[in-house]
């Protein structure tokens, strides 16, 4: 009651319900979450020597709620844009609700220069197309719990495959690994998708089917990331 008089009070309002509200980490109430906006699960500990293992650990929590709950009104805490890793976090983040705590002053010329231009293109994918409508979970095996160990990554895209594909190699012990990509399943299996690479390398063009079956990704060393604007070159109409 207090919480649907307050949103009909203030239509603008936007209502956050914590995981104190229902006495336990990492749970979901539907009939709270009915009257809010967000759902904060869980905080977490962003660095190895501090309990957790690291931005991987808001990834990998968001992987698990996404059958629950669509990721975009998921919020996981405590995850630092001055951590161990900043833009390895930043990109994390997007995993979930979009969120950082930590002190920007604390960063390097270089990782502010950095993260300023990764989250203008990650604008820029957000602005362009819808990036909610469909979520996808890579792990090297389909339907595999990911884990720190080993390769993993998420989808964000709409209906017909345009969006954003993030891969990490986290504290896996080798550089090159090969994920199935969830893409949505009304997606024909001959259609055509460009990758255009965040780092600017020439992009590559494969079918949904093909995807579907596994890409190939190299990451040098650990903690490191790969990201591509994924798009589709069949003509759809909603």
């Known amino acids: 009651h207090l919480l649907r008089s307050l949103k009909a009070a203030h239509p603008d309002l936007l209502i956050d319900v914590t995981f104190e509200l229902w006495g336990g980490w990492h749970q ?3 009939g709270l979450i009915a009257c809010a906006d967000l759902c904060w699960l869980s905080n977490i500990a962003d660095a190895e020597n501090a309990g957790g293992y690291g931005p991987a650990q808001v990834r990998h929590l968001a992987a698990e709620r996404s059958h629950l709950l669509p990721p975009e009104h998921c919020v996981i805490g405590n995850l630092r844009c001055n951590g ?10 997007f ?9 920007l002053s604390a960063l390097t010329e270089q990782q502010s220069t950095e993260i300023q231009t990764l989250l ?20 090297p095996i389909t339907g595999q719990r990911p884990g720190q160990h080993s390769w993993s990554g998420f989808l964000r895209c709409d209906r017909h495959g ?18 199935p ?18 780092s600017k390398k020439s992009p590559v063009t494969a079918t949904a089917d093909a995807l579907r079956q596994g890409l190939a990704g190299h990451i040098p060393a650990t903690h490191g990331w790969s990201l591509y604007a994924l798009r589709s070159q069949s003509n759809f109409t909603d």
């Open 84 to 93: 161990p890793h900043p833009t390895e976090s930043v990109l994390s983040a």
């Open 120 to 139: 203008a293109w990650l604008k820029a994918q957000a602005d362009e197309f819808d990036l909610c409508q469909h979520y996808g979970v890579l792990t």
């Open 162 to 179: 345009n969006g954003i594909l993030a891969l990490f190699r986290n504290l896996s012990p080798v550089s090159t690994e090969t994920l």
């Open 95 to 103: 995993a979930a609700y979009p969120m950082l705590l930590g002190d």
């Open 28 to 30: 979901i109430d539907y």
């Open 181 to 198: 990509i969830p893409l949505p399943e009304t997606l024909p299996g001959k259609s055509a998708l460009t990758l255009q690479s965040f």
